[in-house]
Structures are given as structure tokens and as C-alpha cells.
Nanobody, 120 residues
Framework: VQLQASGGGLVQAGGSLRLSCGTSGDSFGSYPMGWYRQAPGKQRELVAAIRGGGVTRYADSVRGRFTISRDNDKNTVHLQMNSLKPEDTALYYC???????????????WGQGTQVTVSS
């Protein structure tokens, strides 16, 4: 499965962005999916996850500001990001969820991600 993330950009603090993740035609299956981010010099972290049935989990740093959703028919996962902060600046990726209580045994190849930059 090839994952393609899009929707990043440059936004001022307090602004919003909507990220999307899709595949080249393959299916996510019923795996929990998640959005990860990696800031320069930091480890990649899972910030939001969603099960096939729609149950969601969030890292404390984004809870209340970010909303993850998925469309199983279209094999897409979205991340609505509101009230963005400079510390949200990172490269954002989607993949199967490993963390926040989910331990999916399969990890797809990491795509190139999409850059989110929040200016103060």
C-alpha cells in the first residue's frame, strides 16, 4: 500500500488546515489508521488514531484541536487541525496506528508526508 499525504502548508498561529491521506488504489483494510508527525530533531509521534468503526484517540498535545476521520469506501483518512500552534510545525504522515493504545502489526511503507508550518 502506497500512502500519499497532502494538504499541508504555511499557516499563522490560530489557523486551520485539513490533511488528507489516500492510497494508489489499495485498501486500508480495517486496520486502525493514524496521523503521525515528526519535527526536526525529534522522534516521530502518533498524534491521532481512528479504528475502522470510527473510534478515535488523540495525544494530549492535540486533543480538542485536531479531529481525525476516515472514509473506508474511499480509503482516505483526514486530519482537521484547528487552533494551530507553532509547536505543531512538523512533517505529517499517515500510516497504520501503533500507539495511543493501538498496536497494529502491519506498517505500510512511509510516504513522503506533508509539511505543516505554523508561524507565530
Amino acid at each position: 500500500v502506497q500512502l500519499q499525504a497532502s494538504g499541508g502548508g504555511l499557516v499563522q498561529a490560530g489557523g486551520s488546515l485539513r490533511l488528507s491521506c489516500g492510497t494508489s488504489g489499495d485498501s486500508f483494510g480495517s486496520y486502525p489508521m493514524g496521523w503521525y508527525r515528526q519535527a526536526p530533531g525529534k522522534q516521530r509521534e502518533l498524534v491521532a488514531a481512528i479504528r475502522g468503526g470510527g473510534v478515535t484517540r488523540y495525544a494530549d498535545s492535540v486533543r480538542g484541536r485536531f479531529t481525525i476521520s476516515r472514509d473506508n469506501d474511499k480509503n482516505t483518512v483526514h486530519l482537521q487541525m484547528n487552533s494551530l500552534k507553532p509547536e505543531d510545525t512538523a512533517l505529517y504522515y499517515c500510516n497504520t496506528a501503533r500507539g495511543l493504545g493501538y498496536y497494529t502489526t502491519i506498517t505500510y511503507a512511509w510516504g513522503q508526508g506533508t509539511q505543516v508550518t505554523v508561524s507565530s
